[in-house]
T-cell receptor, first 111, second 115 residues
Framework: AQSVTQPDIHITVSEGASLELRCNYSYGATPYLFWYVQSPGQGLQLLLKYFSGDTLVQGIKGFEAEFKRSQSSFNLRKPSVHWSDAAEYFCAVVGNNDMRFGAGTRLTVKP | DTEVTQTPKHLVMGMTNKKSLKCEQHMGHRAMYWYKQKAKKPPELMFVYSYEKLSINESVPSRFSPECPNSSLLNLHLHALQPEDSALYLC??????????????FGDGTRLSIL
């Protein structure tokens, strides 16, 4: 079965600094990969997705992610973090038609 | 605002009560999902409906009973819940779930507390 690992439980960055959140997946075939963000008390919002083709995908809110098959990774990046980016971020993989989430990374943004 | 609407936003119930959570989408999606999310944890899949038929039940206790009256609506009927069932219940929908490449759209959830 497919699975996702997010190695960082909590990351703190300063506002304006760059951000990279790590995601490693396990799946035998080409995976469908997603990043979602969840603010407190809200549902999950899709940031971006990867199915095939260009390995660098652009998402909403200035986020991008790069699919690296050789490293089984799909890391999320943003060049300059805003205070409003503070939230929980989930990487997810779909295989066999059901979605599995990583444990999540909580992002704190310092002024 | 999300395109998947869940009601109520908050629900407090006793262990002997019967209540229902409701989810509605008007995006023409044919797959709908129920997830359970405990604090500081990722969502856990409970049920999947595909074209109004139950396609996945992740060994969920029978005190949770899903229902899909039509392609736009998804209910979760609750009966004799336990305190450990207190959680955020999320509904999601996708165009379908036959290809795996359809992103899921989530509602804001129902915060359920069992007394």
């Amino acid at each position: 079965a497919q699975s996702v690992t997010q190695p960082d439980i909590h990351i703190t960055v300063s506002e304006g600094a760059s951000l990279e959140l790590r995601c490693n997946y396990s799946y035998g075939a080409t995976p469908y990969l997603f990043w979602y963000v969840q603010s407190p008390g809200q549902g999950l919002q899709l940031l971006l997705k990867y199915f095939s083709g260009d390995t660098l995908v652009q998402g909403i809110k200035g986020f991008e992610a790069e699919f690296k098959r050789s490293q089984s990774s799909f890391n999320l990046r943003k060049p300059s973090v805003h205070w409003s980016d503070a939230a929980e971020y989930f990487c997810a993989v779909v295989g066999n038609n059901d979605m599995r989430f990583g444990a999540g990374t909580r992002l704190t943004v310092k002024p | 605002d999300t395109e998947v609407t869940q009601t109520p936003k908050h629900l407090v119930m006793g262990m002997t009560n019967k209540k229902s959570l409701k989810c509605e989408q008007h995006m023409g999606h044919r797959a709908m999902y129920w997830y359970k999310q405990k604090a500081k944890k990722p969502p856990e899949l409970m049920f999947v409906y595909s074209y109004e038929k139950l396609s996945i039940n992740e060994s969920v206790p029978s005190r949770f009973s899903p229902e899909c009256p039509n392609s736009s609506l998804l209910n979760l009927h609750l009966h004799a819940l336990q305190p450990e069932d207190s959680a955020l219940y999320l509904c999601a929908s996708s165009q379908d779930n036959r290809g795996g490449n359809q992103p899921q759209h989530f509602g804001d959830g129902t915060r359920l507390s069992i007394l």
